[in-house]
C-alpha cells in the first residue's frame, strides 16, 4: 500500500487544477469531455519552474502525462468515488485546513510574529494587582471591580480614599452581586465586608515600611499566590503571559503603574520595576537533596550536611553526572546524570534560574542553594540566545495560532470583509429582539420558535445577502448552552455579535474559491489527488497484495525474473584457540558430524567451540569468496584481538535458482503491481480517446 500523503503530495508537485470555464479556449478533449487551456499551462509553468538542475521538458512532453492523470480523474468519478462519503469527509478537513489562511488578516498575523519576536529579546519584570471578574459579568459588577481598582491605583500614587469616596464605593457595591455573595474560600473571590474593608484598610497598608506596591497587593489582590508574594511575578517575556496583560507590560515605562486592563481573569494593575534584555535559554544539569513533604525548618538545615558532602566530592574531582546518578532526589534527570531541558526567565524556581544563569561558562557549577523543592548544586551544560526570526516563525505561528493575540487576525479580517460588502443592520429590528429573549436562553432551554411573532425583520445584510430575525433566533437555539444567569441585554449583545461574526466568517469562506483562484486551484490538486490515490490503491496497489491468485500465476510466468544469485552453505566453527582448532580439523578429516564435534569437544568447556551455520551469496564474504568449493578450507580464519580460530566448512555451492513467494514476496508483489498499472493504463487508453487541439497548444508558453 503506498502512502497516502505521499501520493497527495506527488500529485500536488503535478500541479493538476481546472478552472472548469466555458469561455476559455480548449486544449484537449478526452471522450468528447472539455480540457480547458488554464488547467494544463498550470501543470506546465508549475513543474517546469521546478526543475531548476534538469533539462526543461517541452509543452508536448505534458501532453501524455496530463491526458493520463485526466483519464484516470474520469474513471475515477465513473466509478462514483466523488461522491463516496468517506472521500467527501477527507477533502472537507482538507478544505478546512487550505481555508484557514484565508480567513484571517495576513498583515495582522504578519505583524503579530514580528512584534512577539521583537519583544523576545526584552524580559519585564512586573507585580500586579488582581479583581477578579467573570468575562460575562454585568455592567454593575465590571463597575464595581473597575472602580475599586481605580481607587487602589490612586492610594499607591498617594491620594488615599477619602471618607467620601468609600461611601461612593460602597454604594456601587451594594448595587453590585456582591452585595449578595455569602462568605467564601480566600482563594476564590472576597465576599462583600472583605471588599469593603480592604478599601477602607488602605491607609494602613501604605504606612507600612518596605515596598508599598506589595503591602497593597496582599491586602487587596485576589490572586492567590499575592498573599506569599504581594503580587511580584518576577521577569517575563512574550507569549508568558495574556495577551492584554503583555501589552500593558511592554507598554508601561519602568517604575509606573499601568491604568486598569482587562483579561479574562479580570482587571489587573501592573508595575513595571525593571526590563532587561533577554537572557536567552540555559542548559543544566542538578544534584538534588529533596526536602519531604511538611519538613520543619531545623531537618531542612540538616540535609546540608549531604549536599555539602556531594559538593565537596565535585571539588575533589568527580564527575558531576555520576553523583547525580547514584544521589540525586529528582530521579528523573539523575538517571541523565542530572540534565534538565532547556529553560529560559520564568520557568524555573526564582532561586534555581539566578544559579543557574550566574554561571559564566559550560560545565561550572554552582554552591548549594535552596529551593521550596530541596538544595540543588545546579552545572551549567550550555547557553543560547533568541534564535534568529526565521528559525523561530513556524513555532511563533503555532504559538499565536493558540494565543488570544490570534483573535486580532480575525477581527480585522471581518471589519474589511464587512466594509467590501456594504454591512449594513437594523438596529431596531435588533432591539425587537429583546421581547423574546428570557432565562432559559442561560439554561440552555430556549426555543427559535419563540421568534416568530416578531415578523421575520431583515436584521442585516452582506452583500447580495439578507439575514433575518429568525435566522439570529436558529443560531442562538444551536449555540446555546447552560450558563450563569446573565443580564439579556448583555446576553443578546453577545449573541448578535457571535452571530454577524461567523456569519461573515461564513460568507467569506463560501467565496474562497470564486475569489482566489490559489486556492481554488490547490483544493482541485487536492480532490484530484484523493481520487487518483483511491482508485489506484484499488486498480492496482491493494489488488496486488490482496489478489493472491494472481499473484502466483504472475509469479510462475515470471519466476526467472526473481533469482538467486550463487549461494555457498557454510559451517564456521568458532574455536576458543589454536589447540582446539586442530582437534575440530582431526574430527572433520574423520567425518564427524557436527553434533559429534560439539559434544566431544565442548566436554570441558562449553565455550570451546561454537558452530554456526550460514547461507552466503557470492562476494558477501571474502574468506568463502576465495575457496569457492565444497570442503573444509585449508587456512583457519584468526582473530588477532581475542585469539579466536575459526574453521571454515563449505557444505555445498549452490547455482542459480529462483527464489520462492516468501522469500522475494516484496519484490514480486512491486513487479505485479507495475504489471497490473500497465494493464490498467492500456485499459484507459483503449477506452478514452484524447483529441489535442494543436493550435490552442502550441499558444502554451
Given at each position: 500500500?503506498?502512502?497516502?500523503?505521499?501520493?497527495?503530495?506527488?500529485?500536488?508537485?503535478?500541479?493538476?487544477?481546472?478552472?472548469?470555464?466555458?469561455?476559455?479556449?480548449?486544449?484537449?478533449?478526452?471522450?468528447?469531455?472539455?480540457?480547458?487551456?488554464?488547467?494544463?499551462?498550470?501543470?506546465?509553468?508549475?513543474?517546469?519552474?521546478?526543475?531548476?538542475?534538469?533539462?526543461?521538458?517541452?509543452?508536448?512532453?505534458?501532453?501524455?502525462?496530463?491526458?493520463?492523470?485526466?483519464?484516470?480523474?474520469?474513471?475515477?468519478?465513473?466509478?462514483?468515488?466523488?461522491?463516496?462519503?468517506?472521500?467527501?469527509?477527507?477533502?472537507?478537513?482538507?478544505?478546512?485546513?487550505?481555508?484557514?489562511?484565508?480567513?484571517?488578516?495576513?498583515?495582522?498575523?504578519?505583524?503579530?510574529?514580528?512584534?512577539?519576536?521583537?519583544?523576545?529579546?526584552?524580559?519585564?519584570?512586573?507585580?500586579?494587582?488582581?479583581?477578579?471578574?467573570?468575562?460575562?459579568?454585568?455592567?454593575?459588577?465590571?463597575?464595581?471591580?473597575?472602580?475599586?481598582?481605580?481607587?487602589?491605583?490612586?492610594?499607591?500614587?498617594?491620594?488615599?480614599?477619602?471618607?467620601?469616596?468609600?461611601?461612593?464605593?460602597?454604594?456601587l457595591l451594594k448595587k453590585s452581586s456582591s452585595a449578595l455573595t455569602k462568605a467564601s474560600n480566600k482563594q476564590d473571590t472576597l465576599n462583600y465586608n472583605a471588599k469593603l474593608n480592604a478599601i477602607k484598610g488602605l491607609a494602613a497598608a501604605l504606612n507600612t515600611t518596605g515596598d508599598k506596591f506589595a503591602a497593597v497587593a496582599k491586602k487587596t489582590s485576589e490572586d492567590?499566590?499575592?498573599?506569599?508574594?504581594?503580587?511580584?511575578?518576577?521577569?517575563?517575556?512574550?507569549?508568558?503571559?495574556?495577551?492584554?496583560?503583555?501589552?500593558?507590560?511592554?507598554?508601561?515605562?519602568?517604575?509606573?503603574?499601568?491604568?486598569?486592563?482587562?483579561?479574562?481573569?479580570?482587571?489587573?494593575?501592573?508595575?513595571?520595576?525593571?526590563?532587561?534584555?533577554?537572557?536567552?535559554?540555559?542548559?543544566?544539569?542538578?544534584?538534588?537533596?529533596?526536602?519531604?513533604?511538611?519538613?520543619?525548618?531545623?531537618?531542612?538545615?540538616?540535609?546540608?550536611?549531604?549536599?555539602?558532602?556531594?559538593?565537596?566530592?565535585?571539588?575533589?574531582?568527580?564527575?558531576?553526572?555520576?553523583?547525580?546518578?547514584?544521589?540525586?532526589?529528582?530521579?528523573?534527570?539523575?538517571?541523565?546524570?542530572?540534565?534538565?531541558?532547556?529553560?529560559?526567565?520564568?520557568?524555573?524556581?526564582?532561586?534555581?534560574?539566578?544559579?543557574?544563569?550566574?554561571?559564566?561558562?559550560?560545565?561550572?557549577?554552582?554552591?548549594?542553594?535552596?529551593?521550596?523543592?530541596?538544595?540543588?548544586?545546579?552545572?551549567?551544560?550550555?547557553?543560547?540566545?533568541?534564535?534568529?526570526?526565521?528559525?523561530?516563525?513556524?513555532?511563533?505561528?503555532?504559538?499565536?495560532?493558540?494565543?488570544?493575540?490570534?483573535?486580532?487576525?480575525?477581527?480585522?479580517?471581518?471589519?474589511?470583509?464587512?466594509?467590501?460588502?456594504?454591512?449594513?443592520?437594523?438596529?431596531?429590528?435588533?432591539?425587537?429582539?429583546?421581547?423574546?429573549?428570557?432565562?432559559?436562553?442561560?439554561?440552555?432551554?430556549?426555543?427559535?420558535?419563540?421568534?416568530?411573532?416578531?415578523?421575520?425583520?431583515?436584521?442585516?445584510?452582506?452583500?447580495?445577502?439578507?439575514?433575518?430575525?429568525?435566522?439570529?433566533?436558529?443560531?442562538?437555539?444551536?449555540?446555546?448552552?447552560?450558563?450563569?444567569?446573565?443580564?439579556?441585554?448583555?446576553?443578546?449583545?453577545?449573541?448578535?455579535?457571535?452571530?454577524?461574526?461567523?456569519?461573515?466568517?461564513?460568507?467569506?469562506?463560501?467565496?474562497?474559491?470564486?475569489?482566489?483562484?490559489?486556492?481554488?486551484?490547490?483544493?482541485?490538486?487536492?480532490?484530484?489527488?484523493?481520487?487518483?490515490?483511491?482508485?489506484?490503491?484499488?486498480?492496482?496497489?491493494?489488488?496486488?497484495?490482496?489478489?493472491?491468485?494472481?499473484?502466483?500465476?504472475?509469479?510462475?510466468?515470471?519466476?526467472?525474473?526473481?533469482?538467486?544469485?550463487?549461494?555457498?552453505?557454510?559451517?564456521?566453527?568458532?574455536?576458543?584457540?589454536?589447540?582446539?582448532?586442530?582437534?575440530?580439523?582431526?574430527?572433520?578429516?574423520?567425518?564427524?558430524?557436527?553434533?559429534?564435534?560439539?559434544?566431544?569437544?565442548?566436554?570441558?568447556?562449553?565455550?570451546?567451540?561454537?558452530?554456526?551455520?550460514?547461507?552466503?551469496?557470492?562476494?558477501?564474504?571474502?574468506?568463502?569468496?576465495?575457496?569457492?568449493?565444497?570442503?573444509?578450507?585449508?587456512?583457519?580464519?584468526?582473530?588477532?584481538?581475542?585469539?579466536?580460530?575459526?574453521?571454515?566448512?563449505?557444505?555445498?555451492?549452490?547455482?542459480?535458482?529462483?527464489?520462492?513467494?516468501?522469500?522475494?514476496?516484496?519484490?514480486?508483489?512491486?513487479?505485479?503491481?507495475?504489471?497490473?498499472?500497465?494493464?490498467?493504463?492500456?485499459?484507459?487508453?483503449?477506452?478514452?480517446?484524447?483529441?489535442?487541439?494543436?493550435?490552442?497548444?502550441?499558444?502554451?508558453?
Amino acid at each position: 500500500m503506498k502512502n497516502r500523503t505521499l501520493g497527495i503530495l506527488t500529485l500536488s508537485a503535478i500541479g493538476f487544477t481546472s478552472l472548469a470555464q466555458t469561455s476559455e479556449p480548449v486544449i484537449m478533449t478526452i471522450n468528447g469531455k472539455p480540457v480547458y487551456k488554464s488547467e494544463f499551462e498550470n501543470v506546465y509553468h508549475k513543474n517546469s519552474g521546478k526543475e531548476v538542475n534538469k533539462e526543461q521538458k517541452s509543452v508536448k512532453e505534458y501532453v501524455d502525462l496530463f491526458s493520463t492523470f485526466k483519464m484516470k480523474v474520469f474513471e475515477a468519478e465513473a466509478n462514483g468515488l466523488d461522491t463516496n462519503s468517506a472521500f467527501k469527509t477527507e477533502l472537507g478537513g482538507y478544505r478546512k485546513q487550505l481555508a484557514a489562511p484565508y480567513l484571517t488578516d495576513k498583515n495582522v498575523n504578519d505583524a503579530l510574529l514580528q512584534e512577539a519576536y521583537e519583544r523576545m529579546k526584552t524580559e519585564v519584570k512586573a507585580a500586579h494587582i488582581l479583581i477578579r471578574l467573570a468575562e460575562d459579568a454585568l455592567p454593575k459588577d465590571t463597575i464595581e471591580a473597575y472602580t475599586r481598582l481605580i481607587i487602589i491605583r490612586d492610594a499607591l500614587a498617594g491620594k488615599a480614599p477619602s471618607a467620601a469616596k468609600i461611601a461612593e464605593y460602597e454604594v456601587l457595591l451594594k448595587k453590585s452581586s456582591s452585595a449578595l455573595t455569602k462568605a467564601s474560600n480566600k482563594q476564590d473571590t472576597l465576599n462583600y465586608n472583605a471588599k469593603l474593608n480592604a478599601i477602607k484598610g488602605l491607609a494602613a497598608a501604605l504606612n507600612t515600611t518596605g515596598d508599598k506596591f506589595a503591602a497593597v497587593a496582599k491586602k487587596t489582590s485576589e490572586d492567590p499566590s499575592a498573599v506569599d508574594n504581594g503580587g511580584d511575578l518576577g521577569y517575563f517575556t512574550s507569549l508568558q503571559m495574556v495577551y492584554p496583560f503583555e501589552n500593558a507590560a511592554f507598554k508601561t515605562n519602568v517604575g509606573e503603574t499601568s491604568m486598569p486592563l482587562r483579561t479574562r481573569f479580570g482587571y489587573h494593575i501592573l508595575k513595571v520595576s525593571d526590563k532587561r534584555p533577554s537572557q536567552g535559554e540555559i542548559l543544566t544539569a542538578h544534584i538534588m537533596v529533596k526536602f519531604a513533604k511538611d519538613m520543619q525548618e531545623k531537618d531542612k538545615a540538616n540535609l546540608k550536611t549531604k549536599i555539602d558532602e556531594l559538593y565537596a566530592k565535585l571539588k575533589a574531582g568527580e564527575k558531576f553526572e555520576d553523583l547525580a546518578r547514584q544521589f540525586s532526589d529528582d530521579k528523573p534527570s539523575a538517571e541523565k546524570g542530572g540534565q534538565l531541558q532547556w529553560f529560559g526567565s520564568s520557568r524555573m524556581p526564582i532561586e534555581f534560574e539566578k544559579a543557574a544563569f550566574a554561571l559564566k561558562a559550560n560545565g561550572d557549577y554552582s554552591e548549594p542553594f535552596t529551593t521550596n523543592y530541596g538544595w540543588h548544586i545546579v552545572k551549567r551544560l550550555d547557553k543560547k540566545g533568541l534564535a534568529p526570526f526565521d528559525e523561530m516563525k513556524g513555532d511563533l505561528k503555532q504559538r499565536i495560532g493558540k494565543d488570544s493575540r490570534t483573535q486580532a487576525g480575525r477581527e480585522s479580517l471581518i471589519e474589511k470583509i464587512k466594509k467590501e460588502n456594504n454591512f449594513k443592520e437594523n438596529l431596531v429590528a435588533k432591539k425587537d429582539f429583546l421581547k423574546v429573549i428570557d432565562t432559559t436562553v442561560c439554561q440552555g432551554k430556549w426555543e427559535a420558535t419563540k421568534a416568530a411573532k416578531l415578523g421575520n425583520k431583515e436584521l442585516f445584510n452582506l452583500g447580495t445577502k439578507k439575514y433575518t430575525q429568525n435566522d439570529l433566533a436558529k443560531f442562538i437555539e444551536t449555540h446555546q448552552t447552560a450558563r450563569p444567569k446573565m443580564d439579556n441585554n448583555m446576553l443578546l449583545q453577545q449573541a448578535y455579535k457571535d452571530f454577524v461574526d461567523e456569519t461573515v466568517i461564513n460568507y467569506e469562506d463560501s467565496n474562497l474559491e470564486s475569489k482566489y483562484p490559489e486556492f481554488r486551484n490547490l483544493l482541485k490538486e487536492y480532490r484530484d489527488g484523493i481520487l487518483l490515490f483511491d482508485l489506484t490503491d484499488q486498480k492496482v496497489w491493494s489488488k496486488a497484495v490482496k489478489d493472491t491468485t494472481g499473484l502466483k500465476e504472475y509469479y510462475s510466468k515470471n519466476k526467472n525474473n526473481f533469482l538467486w544469485d550463487e549461494r555457498a552453505d557454510v559451517t564456521m566453527y568458532n574455536c576458543a584457540n589454536d589447540k582446539i582448532a586442530k582437534e575440530v580439523r582431526g574430527m572433520l578429516k574423520k567425518g564427524k558430524s557436527e553434533k559429534e564435534i560439539t559434544e566431544t569437544v565442548n566436554k570441558t568447556s562449553q565455550l570451546n567451540v561454537t558452530p554456526e551455520s550460514i547461507t552466503y551469496l557470492k562476494g558477501e564474504n571474502k574468506n568463502v569468496d576465495a575457496n569457492w568449493k565444497v570442503g573444509v578450507v585449508a587456512t583457519d580464519i584468526k582473530d588477532a584481538k581475542d585469539g579466536k580460530v575459526t574453521v571454515l566448512v563449505i557444505n555445498k555451492v549452490m547455482e542459480k535458482t529462483p527464489k520462492t513467494i516468501a522469500e522475494a514476496k516484496g519484490m514480486i508483489t512491486a513487479d505485479y503491481q507495475n504489471y497490473l498499472e500497465k494493464e490498467w493504463l492500456a485499459y484507459l487508453k483503449n477506452k478514452y480517446t484524447v483529441k489535442v487541439n494543436e493550435e490552442v497548444l502550441n499558444t502554451v508558453k
